[in-house]
């Protein structure tokens, strides 16, 4: 499986952005989508993941209410939808994906698929 995003840059306090990634080869192996995040000099820090089959969503405390995670099956596409950026969400946002959804669906280590990243950078 194949994870490529799209759609960062920089973007003022406040404003939205749309992130996108494309999965290609064996998605149909996929039962759980989402995106990581890592800050310069932080720790890898999951922000949201959607189960493919059922297509329920989970969230970080700390994108909840401001970012949705959605996807378009038929396109083999994910989505990150930003609003009310701050500061904070400044950092290199990950793609993600899993085969298996018994595990903890927020420990960014359970993960099999990685993309390369997009850089979201929120001025204030």
């Known amino acids: 499986v194949q994870l490529v995003e799209s759609g960062g840059g920089v973007v003022q306090a406040g404003g939205s952005l749309k992130l996108a990634c494309a999965a290609s080869?064996?998605?149909?192996?996929?039962?759980?989508m989402g995106w990581m995040r890592q800050g310069p000099g932080e720790r890898r820090e999951f922000v949201a993941a959607i189960r493919a089959a059922t297509s329920m969503t989970f969230y970080s405390d700390s994108v909840k209410g401001r970012f949705t995670i959605s996807t378009d099956g038929a396109k083999n596409m994910v989505y990150l939808q930003m609003n009310s950026l701050a500061p904070e969400d400044t950092a290199v946002y990950y793609c993600?994906?899993?085969?298996?959804?018994?595990?903890?669906?927020?420990?960014?280590?359970?993960?099999?698929?990685w993309g390369r990243g997009t850089q979201v950078t929120v001025s204030s």
């Open positions: 993600i994906g899993r085969r298996h959804t018994g595990q903890d669906e927020f420990l960014v280590n359970t993960y099999e698929y």
């Open positions: 080869g064996r998605t149909f192996d996929v039962e759980l």
